[in-house]
């Protein structure tokens, strides 16, 4: 097959070689390469006929299933963007991301003053199957942030919709073809299952599309599917291991060959139990943010050696600086400063403006580097709580907590205090009630007095979304003074 032809044609040259082979494994059933590529040209009519066209941003925020890969697809074959969203997106939300995209179709939300589609939309059946004339996306995808920070964003990527550029990153990723079940474990409107599901559609590979994000059903589903490439968020990795021993057991993960997590912070606990669960050739982390600057890998072996790391670079140069783009020592702190390949196309922002110093740039993301190059993050620079002049990094706490067995999930902030500046406040998610000195005397037998919380607060719901993210901004800003 001719890889130099844009997406939506790539898929459907799949199709004509294998009509029957199944494309998804969706929530509703099994769904073959020809019945998917019928219904996105369905959807590239429907689009078209509300106004969508070549060049536009095309606001997608529908659920996990057939209908999302439908409306992506039909996107593409029209020469528009995907822009992925939540499809439980606040009204507010929306409109805030809209004004920066101004699509002239939101699919599965209410828009207030464009077409729309609804939430359970799936392809008009009246409109015409057959192929459309190819297209090519100025951009393969647009995915939003701003869950951290508050402040929405659109991050539009630098490839265009070629199959061959899209696909570049297979290999490295270990992302097979046909045959190889590639298994969808988080919400698709998140940049990471959204880009590497799409890539191993566009090869040939067969996706378990999955809409429930419980560690039982995903492991159900990973051994009934004989699943071969498994992406996991650090948070459904712990689910799955808090199921009882025998359930664990009695899986068989052998077909698994490779597990790949991202998209936050891994407790050390979680992932030195997968890579005794697997095996650490099998385990593979990845870090580069939405925007992919640079990307940083690691598997298990080199993460034993290694512990805490993310890697080295494998794409780009990353470098810790200071906030003036200034290099810092090795083992120092400081902001994560990348620079793509000199071949790269860059991404660009709507809704924000990029932070440059001398062709670098950050995404203010902070860390560390060891002498050898292995990268250690700490936290996002906005996330930097200031006691008393010293540094607290959430992310640091949060990892003391995950390692108390009755912390389900939890969110450290800084709130105002008159003394200091700020305090350390840990809301926490648990399975059964535990006094705050306990939870303070477990921290503080792991960092400095001035890391260990000094107020706690329980919830009963999950701190993090199933994308592995936490909206630390609103939960912060909910707790402040009025």
Partial sequence: ??????????????????????????????????????ASSRAARQFADLGAGQDDLVTIGLGNGAAFYAAVLGAW???????????????????????????????????????????????????SPDP????????????????????????????AGWLDQVTLRAERLRIGGPGDVFAVTAPLYHNAP??????????????????RFDGAH???????????????????MG?????????????????????LHVGAPCPEPVKRAWIDWLGPERVMELYAGTESLAVCMIDGVEWLAHPGSVGRPVSGEM??????????????????????????????????????????????????????????????????????????????????????????SSCVIGLPDDDLGARVHAIVQLDSDVPDADLHSHVAARLTPIKVPSTWERVAEPLREDTGKIRRSALRAARLPR
């Fill in 319 to 408: 470098r810790i600086a200071d906030a003036h783009g200034n290099p810092l020592p090795a083992g120092e702190i400081g902001e994560v400063w990348m620079r793509p390949p000199p071949d790269a196309t860059p991404y660009h922002y709507l809704g924000a403006e990029s932070r440059f110093v001398d062709g670098w740039e950050s995404i203010g993301d902070l860390g560390r580097m060891d002498a050898d190059g292995y990268l250690y993050l700490a936290d996002r620079r906005s996330d930097l709580i200031l006691v008393g002049g010293s540094n607290v990094y959430p992310a640091e706490v949060e990892a003391a907590l995950a390692e108390h067995p009755q912390v389900l």
């Fill in 194 to 211: 959204f880009m590497f599901s799409l890539i191993a559609l566009l090869r040939g590979c067969p996706l378990l599309v999955l809409d």
């Fill in 77 to 127: 074959k029209l020469g528009a963007v995907p822009q992925p969203v939540s499809a439980k997106l606040p009204a507010a939300e929306l409109a805030a991301l809209v004004e920066i995209a101004d699509p002239p179709l939101v699919v599965g939300l209410e828009a207030a003053d464009r077409p729309w589609l609804p939430p359970h939309w799936t392809p008009d059946p009246a409109l």
């Fill in 1 to 38: 097959m001719d890889d130099h032809i844009p997406v939506g044609t790539g898929f459907d040259r799949l199709a004509d070689a294998d009509p029957d082979a199944v494309a998804l494994h969706a929530p509703d059933g099994p769904v073959t390469r020809a019945e998917l590529a019928a």
């Fill in 218 to 236: 995903v492991l159900d589903a990973v051994v009934a599917h004989r699943v071969h490439w498994l992406y996991a968020v650090p948070t459904l």
């Fill in 239 to 259: 689910r799955i291991l808090r199921l009882p021993p025998e359930v664990r057991a009695a899986a068989d993960l052998s077909s698994v060959r490779t597990l």
């Fill in 132 to 159: 459309l004339p190819p297209a090519l996306p100025p951009s393969w995808k647009a995915p939003t942030s701003g869950g951290s920070t508050g402040r929405p964003k659109i991050i539009v990527a630098g490839n």
